[in-house]
């Protein structure tokens, strides 16, 4: 005869993990609240955050645009750069599409850099910039590449922080893989993602800063686990999944941008091999300079942002100059 006493305990335990999903969520909302400003492009509501000179100060322009990488959002950068840069220019943070507090859209096209490049392009008109330095790092870096080529009059300078721009043979992992299948995956992202990432954020994040140590309270103070939720969770799953077919097709345009670009990657980068994406690319660009940082992993932001800061200078201070000649 048969028995509904398995179905019911799975039935139990998934509610309790529902519950406890639903709860944790709401608890690392009510911990990490929006820190910035909203910005409605397309219907599309954007969370960003201006920090040091303000606009039409001397010094703000360019702007310096900050985009966080895969699994981040906007406090990963703040933490890194935030106090460091605003002293002397107009940086803009952003939460991109999906991530931190941006809302998306669903659709695939939204895991596209290129997409969600128009997308920041018109909020950053709504903000008034002009012309920006972007600074992307690891995924952001395959942004702010799409960003110059679908923008070259609007960028002032890239600066790519162990950015991804070539095709790659790492996996995305399995979690991303479970949480895109129909019918399984939003189960696993409304029972599992919480309790599973909660339990694995630590050593996941060590692994990403090697061979660096985290930093101090780095998981709350860069509010890494709004990644946990499901919409979040899903959105960076996609970013991941599909971002090697986007690279692929894009890697053709490299020599038409033409924005100075300075490459900055550690020689220990163990997550985006820098002979793969970072050499070849200084290769490819017509205006582009290699900085190998000696024992520095993926997070070059954090382990060197002396040197962040100095490319960042370094590219404001040509566009300024460039600027007063022409006045």
């Not at 608890?27 to 397309?42: S, W």
């Not at 020599?255 to 900055?264: Q, V």
Request: charged share 15%.
């Amino acid at each position: 005869m048969f028995s509904a006493a398995p179905l019911i305990a799975i039935v139990i335990v998934l509610g309790l993990l529902v519950a406890m999903t639903t709860v944790g969520i709401a608890r690392i909302e009510a911990a990490h609240p929006p820190a910035g400003q909203f910005v409605e492009v397309e219907g599309v509501r954007l969370h960003v955050a201006e920090i040091g000179l303000a606009r039409g100060e001397p010094g703000a322009e360019p702007a310096v645009v900050l985009i966080h990488g895969a699994s981040g959002n906007m406090e990963d950068m703040r933490l890194a750069l935030g106090e460091k840069l605003a002293a002397a220019h107009r940086v803009i943070l952003i939460d991109r599409p999906g991530h931190g507090w941006s809302a998306r859209p669903t659709g695939d096209v939204y895991a596209s850099p290129a997409r969600q490049a128009e997308l920041i392009a018109q909020a950053l008109t709504q903000l008034g910039v002009r012309r920006a330095i972007m600074v992307g790092h690891s995924w952001g870096g395959a942004f702010a590449t799409a960003y110059a080529l679908a923008f070259p009059e609007r960028t002032a300078g890239l600066v790519l922080l162990s950015a991804i721009t070539h095709p790659w043979a790492a996996d995305p992992g399995w979690y991303n893989h479970l949480a895109s299948l129909p019918a399984v995956g939003p189960l696993f992202l409304r029972t599992l993602v919480y309790p599973l990432g909660w339990f694995m954020a630590h050593g996941a994040t060590r692994s990403v800063f090697e061979p660096q140590s985290v930093p101090e309270d780095y998981l709350r103070r860069a509010a890494i686990r709004l990644v946990l939720r499901p919409k979040t969770f899903f959105a960076n799953a996609r970013d991941l999944a599909l971002l090697k077919s986007f690279i692929v097709a894009q890697v053709p345009s490299y020599a038409k941008l033409n924005s100075p670009t300075i490459i900055i990657t550690g020689d220990r980068d163990t997550m985006v091999s820098p002979e793969i994406n970072a050499c070849a690319l200084a290769a490819t660009l017509p205006r582009a300079k290699l900085v190998f940082l000696e024992g520095v992993g993926h997070m070059p932001h954090h382990a060197a942002p002396e040197a962040v800061a100095a490319a960042i200078d370094e590219l404001a201070l040509t566009r300024q100059a460039k600027t007063a000649v022409a006045v």
